[in-house]
Structures are given as structure tokens and as C-alpha cells.
């Protein structure tokens, strides 16, 4: 049984280009929640899809969009990136309304 | 609002020795609580989790944690460490579809 898996594992990028990031959930899985964990720090919720549409959003900008398929898998998109938005992104799956999310290894992001 | 805080940045403990990490929530609701173990480079793995019932649980790898509500604290426990558990221990908590908060983490350092 495949647990959480994420593309890819590390990313350079420059300030201004935009990133996509990939998530596919454990299987059973059709929830999906993005966090972004800056060094040193703890993971922040970014967003939450079900259903192919965003259900809860964190105290992040509109450069943070995403995307659920059919299959439950996600993608996250960052636009017009900052160097503050280097992290690790973490993917993390869950059953609808089940309270227990499986994560992902996670991207490491690195802009300069 | 709700909010995680581990005091603990960081904790130094031998090996063999008994360890108890420090968490605490503010929650309007009923709240689910979780820990998290990160080990460099990796994504988040559970250890254990709580929901209602009894106040002390049990998780992977021998850790336990007592839920307190009185003191609003979630306290991971483990009576005798091993090298391996050298990492960084994050708790969280979160309701049925709703996002996580996780406090900023305790890094452990487990010295021979």
C-alpha cells in the first residue's frame, strides 16, 4: 500500500518564476492539505482540497493556487516566487472529514 | 485562536534516560491532538493521536501521551530513549476537516 508521495523532491528556482509541485494521496485517501514548513519552523496550512475544490484556505497570498484531479491527486502552483517562499512543502492526505492526516516526504523548495 | 506552543526548543537527554516533551493547545472546540516525529530531511510520520476516551495514549516506537485537559496539555512521554529517536517531534491539533496547527517543534538530540 503506497503511502503519500510527492514531486519532485528538490527545486531551484529564481524570484518571479512560478513552480508546480505534485501530491498523490494513500490510497482510500480523497483529501488532500498543503503545508509549507520554513526552516526551523512548524507546518503551515496552506490549503485543503475534496471534490476537485479548494475547502479551506490558510493566511496565504493568491500566488498559492492549487488543483485537485479526478484520481485525488493534487498540484500545488506557486506564481512570482519570493525568496521567503523557499521551504519544504508537505502534502498530506486524509478521508473526508476523517481526522487523521498521513504526509508526504515533501519538496524542498529553494529560491534565489 | 487556535494555537500550539512547545517550550522546549530544544531537549538533551542520554540514552536510556526518560523523556517528556512539552505541549500546549488553545482550542475553542473539543480538540484532536497529534505528534509528529520529522527526522532530517523527511516528511512528518504519527505517532500516536488522540481523540476522546481514555486521557493516556499509546503510539509507535514506545512513546505515550496524557492528555490533560485542565491544563490544556498533550505531553509525549517515553520511558527509556534510544539513538534512533534523535529528531524533531512536532504536535498539532485539528478538527474534523479542519486545517492543522502545529506548534514550532522540539528538536531532541540523544547524547551515548
Known amino acids: 500500500d503506497a503511502g503519500v508521495t510527492q514531486s519532485p523532491t528538490h527545486l531551484i528556482k529564481t524570484r518571479g518564476q512560478q513552480v508546480t509541485l505534485r501530491c498523490s494521496p494513500k490510497?482510500?485517501?480523497?483529501?488532500v492539505s498543503w503545508y509549507q514548513q520554513a526552516l526551523g519552523q512548524g507546518p503551515q496550512f496552506i490549503f485543503q482540497?475534496?471534490?476537485?475544490?479548494?475547502?479551506q484556505r490558510g493566511n496565504f497570498p493568491d500566488r498559492f493556487s492549487g488543483h485537485q484531479f479526478p484520481n485525488y491527486s493534487s498540484e500545488l502552483n506557486v506564481n512570482a516566487l519570493l525568496l521567503g517562499d523557499s521551504a519544504l512543502y508537505l502534502c498530506?492526505?486524509?478521508?473526508?472529514?476523517?481526522?487523521?492526516?498521513?504526509f508526504g516526504p515533501g519538496t524542498r523548495l529553494l529560491v534565489l | 485562536a487556535q494555537s500550539v506552543t512547545q517550550p522546549d526548543i530544544h531537549i538533551t537527554v542520554s540514552e536510556g534516560a526518560s523523556l517528556e516533551l512539552r505541549c500546549n493547545y488553545s482550542?475553542?472546540?473539543?480538540?484532536?491532538l497529534f505528534w509528529y516525529v520529522q527526522s532530517p530531511g523527511q516528511g512528518l510520520q504519527l505517532l500516536l493521536k488522540?481523540?476522546?476516551?481514555?486521557?493516556l495514549v499509546q503510539g509507535i516506537k514506545g512513546f505515550e501521551a496524557e492528555f490533560k485537559r485542565s491544563q490544556s496539555s498533550f505531553n509525549l512521554r517515553k520511558p527509556s530513549v534510544h539513538w534512533s529517536d534523535a529528531a524533531e517531534y512536532f504536535c498539532?491539533?485539528?478538527?474534523?476537516?479542519?486545517?492543522?496547527?502545529f506548534g514550532t517543534g522540539t528538536s531532541l538530540t540523544v547524547i551515548p
Open positions: 488522540y481523540f476522546s476516551g481514555d486521557t
Open positions: 482540497y475534496y471534490e476537485e475544490e479548494e475547502r
Open positions: 498539532a491539533v485539528g478538527a474534523t476537516g479542519n486545517q492543522f496547527y
Open positions: 482550542y475553542g472546540a473539543t480538540p484532536y
Open positions: 490510497s482510500g485517501h480523497d483529501t
Open positions: 498530506a492526505s486524509s478521508r473526508w472529514k476523517q481526522e487523521t492526516q498521513y
